[in-house]
């Protein structure tokens, strides 16, 4: 199993910021998939999931409204698209294989850090 973070960055606050996973080792269509993140200091925080088919998203009250999760599973690629960023949006950005509920227990990629600041 190999999930790979990518696009985070440096950006300011009222930016946008696209995040891709592309996953590999293991049929990426069968699975929901989840966005995690973790700010400096804290524990981690979970912050969106989508089902196997792409056509149920859920969204943590933080990011509801500015953020969007997505999935290409001809590309086994997940999406995070990031508006309206904040500075307590400031994080490293996981992804995880797992739903809502057992994420924690899900297989995490290495994180691609974000950051807001001005």
């Known amino acids: 199993v190999q999930l790979v973070e990518s696009g985070g960055g440096m950006v300011q606050p009222g930016g946008s910021l696209r995040l891709s996973c592309a996953a590999s080792g293991f049929t990426f269509s069968n699975y929901d998939m989840t966005w995690a993140r973790q700010a400096p200091g804290q524990g981690p925080e979970w912050v969106s999931s989508?089902?196997?088919?792409?056509?149920?998203?859920y969204y943590a009250d933080s990011v509801k409204g500015r953020f969007t999760i997505s999935r290409d599973n001809a590309k086994n690629t997940l999406y995070l698209q990031m508006n309206s960023l904040k500075s307590e949006d400031t994080a490293l950005y996981y992804c995880v294989r797992g739903s809502v509920s057992d994420y924690l227990n899900g297989y995490w990629g290495q994180g691609t850090q974000v950051t807001v600041s001005s």
């Open positions: 989508i089902n196997t088919g792409g056509g149920s998203t």
